[in-house]
């Protein structure tokens, strides 16, 4: 019997970081996704994406823990461009597009639907 508990509670504390890490992901992704779309419409990108980069850095530092590191390279290569895309316009609403577009997906790709267990 004694062994019944130990698993029962080994099984409550996997769900427990379970939940945690699908809380944390799902709202830093929200986070930065909500930068990202008002960087956008920044009057001053240089110094906006650079702040950016700094809040993507600090908020993503746990995702790699229980996300693949391949999902999280594919969006850091997106978001180091953005400051040395300032300038240009057109490049700068491009690459912004791209990352929102691979924060979206990642956030989608991540929820606990039939679709993504199967």
Known sequence: MKRLWIAAALL?????????????QQRSLSSLIDMATRLQTSAQREADAQAFVAAYEE??????????????DDIQKYVVALPALANDEDQFQAVLAQCIYAMECLKRSELPLPENII
């Open 12 to 24: 409550a504390v996997a769900l427990i970081l379970c939940v945690w890490s699908q809380i944390v």
């Open 59 to 72: 908020k993503t530092s746990l995702f790699a823990y229980f996300m693949r590191h391949r999902d999280i």
